[in-house]
């Protein structure tokens, strides 16, 4: 069975083409919207151990965003969480049982190719890049409301030829980490794909087994991954010259 970087499209809703891996995403969301009503419906005292669990995993985010981005972490802190649960839950539910084994057969070029009704969002360029453009979208508007307009613009333009020259590696910088995040993700998410798909081809059932927990830690590393960054880079943008050379001083 072949498979490629973009998605296939299942059906279409006027122009709009609904592809496999959108499903996922859709999916993916509703899930999370799920678990967050059920984790929040009924808050107690004495919680229950879904409650507990979720808590901790809040709370365990929330420490690791607040030992990096400091006073900046309120702000962060949803984009952060955010990305990495989205990303984790679509890695992991398309280990699932049906994710790219399930699906029908389309004709085309002479020979008929299996069309996967459900595939891992983040196997498809167009969602990995666009999470990549919402993380830089997100972090320099964030850097703008914290900092000022004035202040932002002159991290990227200067009278001074050498910070010019600076802030010039600084523009060419922000494309290639959209390149660095989305390229990453689909990387190592549609090698682990692969993987699956080719030992199941031998064995359905024993061996794809350790690849399969491989990839649960790998979906694990690669949404944490993802989503440390963008708080890094969130945290560097919202940091002000004057108070990152006092921070060097001391």
Same mark, same amino acid.
């Not at 069975?1 to 995403?25: D, H």
């Given at each position: 069975m072949e498979i490629y970087?973009?998605?296939?499209?299942?059906?279409?809703?006027?122009?709009?083409?609904?592809?496999?891996?959108?499903l996922t995403s859709v999916l993916s969301t509703f899930l999370l919207f799920i678990l967050a009503i059920i984790a929040t419906? *009924?808050?107690?005292?004495?919680?229950?151990?879904?409650?507990?669990?979720?808590?901790?995993?809040?709370?365990?985010?929330y420490k690791v965003n607040e030992g990096i981005s400091g006073?900046?972490?309120?702000?962060?802190?949803?984009?952060?969480?955010?990305?990495?649960?989205?990303?984790?839950?679509?890695?992991?539910?398309? %280990?699932?049982?049906?994710?790219?084994?399930?699906?029908?057969?389309q004709h085309e070029h002479g020979k008929d190719v299996f069309i996967p009704l459900l595939r891992p969002a983040n196997t498809d360029l167009n969602m990995t890049l666009g999470l990549a453009l919402v993380s830089l979208?997100?972090?320099?508007? %964030?850097?703008?409301?914290?900092?000022?307009? *004035?202040?932002y613009i002159s991290r990227f333009v200067s009278f001074n030829p050498l910070n010019l020259f600076v802030g010039l590696l600084e523009i060419i910088s922000e494309f290639t980490k959209v390149a660095s995040l989305s390229l990453r993700l689909i990387g190592n998410v549609f090698a682990g794909e692969a993987v699956l798909v080719t030992t199941a081809s031998f064995l359905a059932f024993l061996i794809p087994l350790p690849f399969i927990i491989l990839e649960v830690v790998v979906g694990l590393v690669q949404a %944490?991954?993802?989503?440390?960054?963008?708080?890094?880079?969130m945290t560097i943008l919202m940091t002000s010259h004057e108070h990152a050379k006092e921070e060097v001083k001391a």
């Amino acid at each position: 069975m072949e498979i490629y970087f973009s998605a296939e499209p299942i059906f279409t809703i006027g122009q709009f083409v609904v592809t496999n891996t959108l499903l996922t995403s859709v999916l993916s969301t509703f899930l999370l919207f799920i678990l967050a009503i059920i984790a929040t419906r *009924k808050l107690s005292n004495r919680p229950s151990l879904f409650q507990n669990l979720v808590e901790l995993t809040i709370e365990d985010l929330y420490k690791v965003n607040e030992g990096i981005s400091g006073k900046n972490t309120r702000l962060i802190f949803p984009w952060f969480a955010t990305f990495f649960l989205f990303i984790l839950v679509s890695n992991w539910m398309g %280990l699932l049982p049906g994710f790219g084994t399930v699906g029908f057969f389309q004709h085309e070029h002479g020979k008929d190719v299996f069309i996967p009704l459900l595939r891992p969002a983040n196997t498809d360029l167009n969602m990995t890049l666009g999470l990549a453009l919402v993380s830089l979208v997100a972090t320099h508007t %964030l850097s703008i409301s914290t900092l000022g307009i *004035k202040e932002y613009i002159s991290r990227f333009v200067s009278f001074n030829p050498l910070n010019l020259f600076v802030g010039l590696l600084e523009i060419i910088s922000e494309f290639t980490k959209v390149a660095s995040l989305s390229l990453r993700l689909i990387g190592n998410v549609f090698a682990g794909e692969a993987v699956l798909v080719t030992t199941a081809s031998f064995l359905a059932f024993l061996i794809p087994l350790p690849f399969i927990i491989l990839e649960v830690v790998v979906g694990l590393v690669q949404a %944490l991954i993802f989503a440390m960054l963008t708080m890094v880079f969130m945290t560097i943008l919202m940091t002000s010259h004057e108070h990152a050379k006092e921070e060097v001083k001391a």
